[in-house]
């Protein structure tokens, strides 16, 4: 039997960690749901320990500790989406999982994504930084200008992601930078069909061509470089 540590990704809850019981071992980094209440939510694994090791610790705990329920999909987070969200809680003065909460997408959704990624290559690109721009522009400007960016950076074999705050600004962003690279633009948001959502997020994460990917805020972990 295992007890886990980990950290709520939901509204409501001013815990940082819960605890739960689990006789499968899962690992660190993997997404799972949990029982809070009346309701069950996912949480991210952050430590596994031996109930034996554990035992002089759970006698002084002043609650129950209760099951965890299921595995939704594995290390679901690359080490630089963390560090960023990291970063944004501190900045913002949120609780971790609420930081998740606002960047992950539904929890219907997300067994369907496959998160797979080459760790060392994650690291690598992240210590090469990256460009940052503020653009204040009419939007046939801005659109031209997402292009020039998708143009330079296939140049040099790098993907780039566009984050939209909605599902109708990402369509309509979509519709028009992908003019000319349609095999290499993809839209992932919320509203999409469980189906066309897992075939859309496994070809942009697997395409040996840079993407460009047009998402909502809750797809904007994808780890593409």
């Known amino acids: 039997m295992w007890l886990l540590s980990v950290t709520p990704i939901s509204r409501g809850i001013n815990k940082e960690r819960l605890y739960y019981f689990s006789s499968e071992q899962f690992k660190e980094g993997d997404l799972i749901e949990v029982p809070v209440r009346s309701r069950q939510i996912i949480a991210k694994v952050e430590e596994i320990r031996s109930v034996?090791?554990?035992k002089s610790e759970l006698k002084l705990?002043?609650?129950a500790i209760r099951?965890?329920?299921l595995l939704k999909t594995a290390r679901f987070f690359s080490d630089a989406f963390m560090s960023a969200a990291e970063n944004s809680a501190a900045y913002f003065g949120c609780a971790m999982g609420l930081t998740l909460h606002s960047l992950l997408p539904p929890k219907r959704l997300l067994s369907a994504l496959n998160f797979d990624y080459d760790a060392k290559k994650d690291?690598?690109?992240t210590l090469n930084g990256h460009?940052?721009?503020v653009l204040q522009c009419a939007d046939e400007d801005r659109m031209g200008t997402y292009r020039r960016m998708?143009?330079?950076e296939f140049a040099g074999k790098r993907s780039i992601i566009i984050v939209l705050p909605t599902i109708a600004e990402a369509i309509k962003t979509h519709k028009e930078v992908q003019k000319g690279?349609?095999?290499y633009a993809y839209l992932l948001h919320q509203r999409l069909a469980k189906p066309a959502l897992a075939r859309d997020w496994q070809a942009a994460l697997t395409s040996e061509h840079p993407v460009i990917a047009v998402t909502t805020p809750q797809f904007m972990g994808l780890p593409r470089t």
Request: glycine content about 0%.
């Open 67 to 69: 099951k965890a329920s």
């Open 150 to 152: 998708a143009r330079e």
């Open 181 to 183: 690279v349609e095999k």
């Open 61 to 63: 705990l002043p609650f």
């Open 123 to 125: 690291r690598e690109k």
């Open 52 to 54: 034996a090791d554990a």
């Open 131 to 133: 460009a940052a721009y």
